[in-house]
């Protein structure tokens, strides 16, 4: 196993357009989630799945955006009708299961929206 | 709602010198504390993860402490190489495994 694998790395999409995110976790990590980080800053928690559940959701993740885990193996996130405000690193994280294990993180999907 | 700072914000270093970068949380009631390394355009590569019921943590030249009372954890790096530039971001697991992360220190080793 090689680690958290995102696809794709970029994207470049039009305003009002929408875009998916994958996201592949380690195996048998049973926590996945999802942070964005716009430059100069540091990550910022979206949402996170245990196995397929989705258990927290940031007020960051407004309605346009969606995040699924449909066999608790790999993640998609949606975001509808994207926004020049949408431009951001996605990261994709993933952990074995309880409060006080290590997060591995992938290499990112950079979006941007022209 | 937890807070997390980072400083300074850059650092430029000459090669071999040994650093230190800060880290300094509000809420004191955590799981443990990560350490990542962030390349430009690249994810996060965890580095040292410290449990709440831990002082410190060592990986190779790296070394990591922590003072949950007074939220604050500080990264020591040795012998630096220009290998290590990068940016070093600082996060907190306050429960349900959830980080929140500072903005991180700049970190630039010139030859």
């Known amino acids: 196993d090689t680690g958290v694998s995102q696809d794709p790395r970029h994207k470049i999409t039009k305003r009002g357009q929408n875009v998916t995110f994958r996201c592949d976790p380690i195996?048998?990590?049973?926590?996945l989630y999802w942070y964005r980080q716009t430059l100069g800053q540091g990550p910022e928690f979206l949402t996170y799945f245990q196995n397929e559940a989705q258990l927290e959701k940031s007020r960051l993740l407004s309605d346009r955006f969606s995040a699924e885990r449909p066999k608790g193996s790999f993640s998609t996130l949606e975001i509808q009708r994207t926004e020049q405000g949408d431009s951001a690193m996605y990261l994709c994280?993933?952990?074995?299961?309880?409060?006080?294990?290590?997060?591995?993180f992938g290499q990112g999907t950079r979006l941007t929206v022209v | 709602k937890q807070e997390v700072t980072q400083i300074p914000a850059a650092l430029s270093v000459p090669e071999g010198e040994n650093l230190v970068l800060n880290c300094s949380f509000t809420d004191s009631a955590i799981y443990n504390l990560q350490w990542f390394r962030q390349d430009p355009g690249k994810g996060l590569t965890s580095l040292l993860l410290i449990q709440s019921s831990q002082r410190e943590q060592t990986s190779g030249r790296l070394n990591a402490s922590l003072d949950k009372s007074s939220g604050r954890s500080t990264l020591y790096i040795a012998a630096s190489q220009p290998g290590d530039s990068a940016t070093y971001l600082c996060?907190?697991?306050?429960?349900?495994?959830?980080?929140?992360f500072g903005k991180g220190t700049m970190l630039l080793v010139s030859p």
């Open positions: 996060a907190v697991n306050s429960g349900y495994s959830t980080l929140t």
């Open positions: 994280a993933s952990s074995p299961g309880g409060s006080n294990t290590e997060a591995f």
């Open positions: 195996s048998e990590h049973n926590r």
